[in-house]
């Protein structure tokens, strides 16, 4: 404890506080406040270390490497503390660090070959294996997990048969024991079932709603699906994962959900009605009542009066028309002009108009009259058919009101507990609400309740 006293003593000195990495490694530690303070980051480290103090150890390991990293010792440290706090990754990258400032350094090369087997890194464990041989032909530990590997993964044996042809031969010809075999696999095995273990993910029970479901409506599953968002995204950390399962098993049985309050209006869905005798026209809402209406024509008077009054309006224009031939007959070129238009005044005099024909082409073809004979039958039928039409869509009484009301809550009751069944393994409140306004958008042909 005083030793430990003494070196944060002296980190706050200002010699130590105001010596500053170059950032430039080739330079290295020429300053002495740096040096003083690489050694004390490194013996607090070993304090630290002596007292399992193992994270406050990696802390100090990690600022003095800041400081200085071409210590091939430093980095094994850091990789030994690392190994024992089961940080493989870490592990690693210390011992390739350190094989990187002396590549003859044994045991970073060691302690590297086992995390890199117990990570699964196949290839780059045999690539360090082969360069182990090189150094050690008779290296135990390089044979068993090589052959460890070979029995894992038999595609690696000729992958690397190649790079193993380069080293000596002799390897092929140790004979390592099965004891001594089966621990070096042990303990590769062993860091595995370790790691594992802390990467294992604790059992918590699925999120449930906030807001129960009360009633089985689009409405009611909605306002629960917003409450349970917002209280997710709102409540005090740690906050719950939004891809966190909610467990809706609670709602498997509709029998439970069976009380329906009359407050809530439910969605009604606009369906045809049922087909009548009259197929010709089918609508939902009720028609307008039809008052049949029988064509008047125009009086034969009127007409003779109106042929008349025609005729007395042509002679008078073919009249003027004369006149007009007399006073043109010494002109050349209007002579003829007016000469015809006296011709077509003349064959508009022979035309006679029928007024009765051209009112008739201007009835719907409904209204006209095919045969003087038929005429009251065809108006009548289509009273009858119109009077039919009537019946048929005549406002429905209080009973038949309450049944479409029972029957359309009743079918919603039903879509709503199928979705819920549909999602009862589901990624969370977010796939539910997504989920959710799918399937809603689909109603669009739906009268929807306010609110929804």
């Known amino acids: 404890e005083e030793s430990s006293r003494a070196y944060h003593e002296l980190l706050e000195t200002r010699l130590l506080r105001e010596a500053v990495p170059s950032g430039d490694e080739r330079v290295g530690l020429k300053h002495p406040g740096l040096m ?7 013996n607090l480290a070993q304090l630290a270390a002596q007292r399992d103090d193992l994270e406050t150890a990696m802390e100090f390991y990690l600022e003095a490497v800041m400081l200085d990293s071409t210590d091939v010792n430093l980095w094994y440290k850091i990789g030994s503390v690392a190994l024992r706090l089961m940080r493989l990754p870490l592990a690693r990258h210390a011992f390739e ?21 117990t990570l699964s890194d196949y ?3 045999l690539y360090f294996i082969c360069k182990a041989l090189e150094r050690d032909c008779q290296y135990s530990k390089g044979l068993v997990i090589k052959e460890k590997i070979f029995e894992e993964q038999p595609c690696l044996r000729k992958d690397s048969l190649r790079m193993f042809l380069k080293g000596d031969m002799s390897i092929h010809d140790v004979n390592v024991s099965a004891s001594e075999a089966r621990t070096v696999i042990e303990e590769a095995l062993e860091l595995r079932r370790k790691r594992q273990a802390l990467m294992a993910r604790k059992t918590e ?6 807001q129960p ?4 409506t689009w409405k009611c599953l909605g306002e629960s699906l917003l409450a349970m968002y917002q209280h997710m995204t709102t409540c005090e950390p740690p906050q719950p994962s939004l891809g966190k399962r909610i467990d809706l098993l609670e709602y498997q049985d509709l029998d439970q959900h069976l009380a329906v309050p009359t ?7 606009i369906q045809p009605n049922p087909v009548t005798a009259n197929p010709v026209m089918s609508v939902t809402e009720p028609l307008l009542t039809y008052t049949p209406v029988t064509p008047t024509f125009p009086n034969a008077n009127i007409l003779e009066s109106v042929n008349s009054a025609g005729d007395s309006s042509a002679g008078d224009k073919s009249k003027k028309g004369v006149k007009r031939k007399r006073i043109s007959e010494d002109s ?7 000469s015809a238009r006296v011709r077509n005044t003349k064959c508009k005099k022979e035309e006679k108009v029928d007024f009765q024909e051209l009112l008739v082409k201007f009835l719907p073809l409904r209204l006209r009259k095919l045969d003087p004979e038929e005429e009251d039958g065809a108006f009548s039928n289509y009273e009858v058919q119109c009077e039919a039409k009537e019946e048929n869509f005549l406002p429905v009484g209080s009973n038949k009101t309450l049944f479409d009301f029972t029957s359309c809550m ?16 589901n990624g969370g409140i977010l796939e539910l609400m997504m989920r959710y306004l799918k399937a809603i958008s689909q109603k669009f042909l739906v009268k929807w309740p306010p609110g929804l």
């Open 205 to 210: 029970p699925d999120l449930k709603l906030i």
């Open 213 to 216: 479901i009360s009633v089985f």
């Open 97 to 117: 660090e350190g094989l990187m400032c002396n590549p003859d350094h044994w045991p970073c090369l060691d302690n590297l070959i086992t995390i890199l087997y």
């Open 332 to 338: 050349g070129e209007t002579a003829k002009r007016r």
């Open 123 to 125: 290839t780059t464990c």
């Open 410 to 425: 009743e079918s919603e009751k039903q879509d709503v507990h199928k979705f819920l069944l549909a999602n009862l393994n």
């Open 263 to 269: 407050t809530s209006a439910p969605v009604s869905v």
């Open 36 to 42: 003083l303070k690489y050694s004390t980051y490194k």
